[in-house]
Each structure stands twice: as structure tokens, then as C-alpha cells.
């Protein structure tokens, strides 16, 4: 054992590599995108790594391996467990040899996500155990759980941590090398009886499944996961809490008068849950409530417990109108609750301002100086000025291209579905030019299947992919267009330009959307043509390259105008006492305010 | 020893190196430590925080209202959004220079750093005002502010952390060719 500040995400790689995992897939996604990242960067000869196209490639790889007797661990966010359903849901009913660790982080709030799904409802749906961890220590142990009851019961297993887990930093034990598991796998063993499912084999197993998952109810009762924590002698309240609101609960309770303190029942396998060790924590309570995110899964659990077992509790929750039904809890909020609760008169704790403070900027996040994506957008905007169109956007840094002054985004759903609504708005609405835009490792992940189904149903529309040679927003992880993988070979690079070409797109072209002018012309001239029709924006992201020389503004020519503010909302462009300025710290020499100024007041700093 | 400290800032700004020095000199002084940090979208502009809990005893990564003993702001209109974190007698350290968004130049609201520090000076009275636009010209690198920010800080005493337990884990968390540049940062005097 050794001591390491190490992120949550770090941690459950940690502890998948300490369970001798042999193969790590995933796709990337926020608060997720680390697991795999920190495998890969710790990993041994005998663990195999990639970054798939998508989570649904993902999972089957993974499945493959899995079959083969590996023990593998697939990682994604939250909306890529949507991807990955199909095959996962199938999955269930064949089962593992080996082991799998289904790795999801859930985003409450949410802070970095199209949605609030919970992946412990999920699991309830899919009949899947799931791990739900309270700290980055526990993720740690849950994740060597999580490997264990999976090879024990032939079934993937989820582990489900949330932002604040994921992105949380501790000081925390880890295993050493030496007291790593060596896992050799077996190989795969040929058994179409057992691998290949059809209906007579889905109805035998989903029995077996349903034993299982009863079993568990008991044996769950006793892991250490799950545990009460006796409350204060002749109080009848009860707390029940999972993941990060266990912890914010524990703080909390701290500093509430001992006398008062709930009794506390602490959840780590929301599903199948542990319905004895519950029926023990009920007793002799009047009331209790649940502290969770997301959905009120916790909370619909003792409410089933309280009916099957005839028991008289009363249960307060998101339900009952206790609890905030959608965002993240706040210790804050916790405590507040608490207070209540309990009926203690503990005093709020006192702040350091009274006073109330000065207007604040707002600060959305934005596409960085020098962004690429912002050319490409506003060369969209300025070469289709006055006529109906409709801006499909997509899921990545580009979505930003929605914010002011740009306006570039009408419309975003999932990843590659702006083709789709593309196509769609055309069918309905002959007369609307219909955009839609998307990144390069978006193309590959889910918009070719897109690509098809327009060529094929004879749609009229221009796709825009602004392939700027990295998976950006999620930390820059290679994908097939970069020709590298994250086993740090170098591959052949995936053409977008053949792909489109290859399913029939007629026009395709290639353009920097840095040259101004000629990415306007090109706008022009490719969305004027039948059809399905392509551009592809290339110009690489600003932070994988060295930037060029940086710009200032020649207050003798410039007029004021703010042209250059008002048309590209380039975060390295402001206003100092009325005059523009260029923030020498963020410029990344792009040229674009320069290639716009109508009195040629931009150059570039000669040092 | 228990501290809970509040570093904010704009995306970019470098808050996450900072914390992960902050919270490897604790631990060399054989302190838990636990963080949150702002990871994803924000990243690109918006408003970014890290928590820091040093000490024993405690369980949530994030921190309670009216409990931070100290808020290192990167900008200063941050560090006043994050106030009332702070515990009534809590010391506050800021850069002065103020990172104007997008958003303010467009929508024509004059955002000044000056007004937000002469609302701190009123409100808090443990205030350190840092220039940091000209300590970064003086170190000759806009990526320093970080650590000059953080030698300040923890010269005030308040984190319980001397300047020596910083430069001696600085090796460990920065690549050995900043590790001058950073090591001139943090003991840069203003």
C-alpha cells in the first residue's frame, strides 16, 4: 500500500488495473473521460486499451474480449449509455466468462450533459447489479467489488459514480504492483448454445437472471457497502443516503447536537437493493429521509420495502415534495434539511459579506480565441445572410457556436442527430436551406448511418464537418481521423472526404475556414448545388498547435466601429475606456478580427 | 489542522495546477487532503472553482457556506461570487485584473476590476490585492499567475503552509523545465 492524491476517475482505473483488467474500452465523455485515460497512461503489456468509435463499438468489443474469459471494464458518460443499450441489454441475457465492469458516470445538475438520467434506474431496467460509490476511496474498492461479484456471477456489473466523485480528488491507499491480480484469460470455447442468443435461451436465463438478482437482495445486505450507523438513543428518525449526498450527509450530521442524530443507513448498491439490511434500519423509526440525486430511486426502494413487509414508516424524499426532484445537492442544501428535520437550533453559519455585492459578469462558456469553429461558423452566417436556412448543430465544442454574436446553433439533440433533423426540417419545409454541422470525431461516432440515410432518401441539404483533428472538449483524445490510437500506434487516418465520397455525397469540399474569403465562396457555391453536398472546415484545434503571431489593434486606423466584437464575440477581443484591445495572453494569431476590419486597424505585433 | 480554501477563477487560468501543488505540499506535511475541481464545458471561459479540505475528519470534497478560511481569486470579479463562502474572519487574495467576457463587451456592460475590489476592501477584512498582470510581465510569462498568486497566499499564513513546503514539492507537479520559471513565481515578491 502506498499514498496518492489521486482523482476519482484515476482511482477507478487504479482499481481496475489492480484487478488485473485485460482490456479497457470506452468512448469519451464528461465527468467519464479519465478512467480510460489514466488506464492507458498506467497499464501493463497485458492490458489492452483503445478508444472505440462509439460506446456501442465499445461495449461489443468489450463483450468479445469478455466471452474470451477477459476481464474487461468499458467506460463512458451517461447519454453513451444510450449508445451502448442495444447490445447491452442482449448482454445481460448471455452473460460474461471472465468479467465485465460497466463504467458510467452520471452528471447531476447537470454541469456537462444534455440530461439527468440515472444509471441506477437504468440498472433496475436492465437487470444489471450496480456499484454507487460516496468517495474517491470507495470508487476505488468498489471498482475490485464491482470485478469480483461480476466473475462470480457471470453478469455485467455497473459502477456508477457522479461528477463529484469523478472529478474529486483525495489522499487515499493504493495497492502496490506486487499485490496486483494477474488474470490469464481462458480463451473462447465454442458453445452456440451459450453464446448465441435466441428467444428459447433469453427465457431460460431471464429466470436465472431474476433468482439471481433476488439473491442478491440478501447477500448485498451484508457488504460492507451498505451499512447502518446507529443515531442517538430514543430518536425516531432515520437518514438514508447513496453516493456524494452520503458524504455531504456525514459532514452535516457532524455538526448537529449528538442528542438529535438519525439513525443512518448508508446505500452503496442502489440495485439489487439490500431490502433486509433496510427492514433493520426501519425498525422502531417513525420517519426517515432520503438524500439522493437524479431519480428517487433510494427512496422508491423503502417505499417497496415499507409495503412488501407491512411496515408503518413514513418516508420523505423528491416524492413526497421533500427534496429537490431535478440538480445537484449542495452540502448546503443537506445540512438545511437536516436542520429541519431533526428540529435542532443549530444557527446557519454566518458568511463574511453582508453587504450585497456589485453586478456580475455572466460567463457561458465560450469558443476560445483563435477557435477554428468560429470561422467556420461565421463564414456559414455571412455567406447565407438573408436567406431561410436552418443551423443543425451537434454535440461538441461547436455547440458553443449557439452563443451571441455567432447565433449559429437552431437546433441540438444527441450525438449526430443534426443530420437527421436536417433531413427532417428539408422533407417538411422544401424552401429552408438545412445545415448541419458536425466534428470530426462526431462523424465517425454516429453521423455516417446519417450520411446514408440522406444520400439514400434523396434528401437536399449540406453537411458542414468542422474537422479540427481532435475529440476537443473532452480533453483531446485521438480518433480514426488523427491516424494514432491510444495504444500509441500509427495507423492509417480514416478519410472523412473518401467516406462521404464512398456513400454517394456528390460534392465534397475541403477548405480552411481561417481564409476568409475563399470559405465564404466555397459556402456559396456547395450549398447552391442538389443534393446531399459537404464541406469539411479544416484548421486544427488551437490547443494542440503552437499558436501563430499574436494581433493588436492600431488605434490610428481603428475607427471603432467594433465590427470585430459585434461579428465574432472572440473572447481575446474587448473594450478598455471605449478603445478595442486584444488580450495578448489569449490571441492565438487566427487572423479572422484582422481579415474583417474594415480599416485594416488588426496586423500583427512585429516583437 | 483543518482548512477548507476556495481557489476561482476563469477557465484557463490554471486553478487546477495550483490546487494540485496546494494539496501535494499538505500532504508532505502528512495531511488527508481532499479537492473538488472544475472539470468540462466551463472550462472554455466560464466561471471555474476548485475546493481544497486539508485535515482530518472530514467527508464531502465540497464546502459548506461561511466555512472557507481562505479564497484565492485568478479574477477578481470570481473571488466576490465565491464570498459567501467565506467564514466571517476568512482572508481573501486576489489578482486585480479582471478577465472581461465576451458577453459584457457585447451587451455593452462596462465590468471593471477596480469596482470589485473596492467592494471587497469593504467587505472583507483579511484582503490581499495582487497585480498580477504585472507580475506575469515581470516573470516575463502570462501562464505564471498561478503560482504567484499561490506564493502570496500562502505567505499570509492562513493556509497553514509555508512557502518552503510549496518548493519542495514543486518538482513533483511541474515539468522540470518550468520548474524555475514556477519556483521564481512563487517566491516573486510584489
Redo the contacts between chains.
Sequence with gaps: MH?E?I?GNAAIAMGALASGVNLVAGYPG??SSEVLETVAKKRKAGTYVEWSVNEKSAMEVAAGAAYAGARVMVTMKQVGLNVASDPLMSLEYIGVKGAMVVLVADDPGP??SQTEQDTRTFAMYSKLPCFDPS??AEAYQMVQDAFALSEKYGTPVFLRPT??VC?????IDLKDEAEYQVHQPEGFVKDSKRWVIFPRLAFANHAKIEARNDGLKTEFADYAGNRITEGAPGVRKGVVAGG?S???V??AL?KLPAEVRPRLLKIGTPFPFPEPLACEFLKGLDEVLVFEELDPVLERALLFTIGHNSLNTKILGKLSGSQPRSGEN???GV?NSLREFTGSSVP????????L????????????AGCPHRASFYAVKRAMAGKKTIFCGDIG?YT?GN???LDMCDTCLCMGAGLGIAQGVGHIEPDTECFAFVGDSTFFASAITGVVNAVYNQARMTLVVLDNSTTA?TGHQPHPGTGKTLMGEVVAKISIEQVLKGIGVTVVETVDPLEHAKAVATVKRVAAEPGVKAIIFKSPCIAIVPPHEKHAVDDAKCVKCKRC??EL???A???EGGAVRID??LCTGCTLCAQICPTHAIGACHE | MNRNIVLCGVGGQGTVLASKLLAAAAMARGLPVMSAETIGMAQRGGCVFSNIRLGEGVHSPMIEKGTADLILGFEPGEAVRMLPFLKPDGAVVTNACAVVPASASLSGFDYRGETMVEYLQKAVKKLVVVDGQAACAALGSPRVLNMVLLGVAVRTGELGLALEDLLEVLPSQVRPQFVELNRKALTFNL
Design positions: 499514498k492524491f482523482m464528461t465527468p454541469i456537462s468517495s474517491v461528477t463529484r472529478h474529486a480528488y483525495a489522499s456524494i452520503y458524504a455531504y456525514q459532514d457532524a449542495t452540502i448546503d445540512l446557519m453559519q454566518e458568511c463574511a459579506s453582508k453587504e455585492p456589485p453586478q456580475l459578469p455572466v460567463r457561458p462558456p465560450v469558443l476560445c465544442c458553443l452563443a451571441q454574436p472538449m466584437i459585434k464575440g472572440c473572447p477581443l474587448y473594450l495578448q495572453a
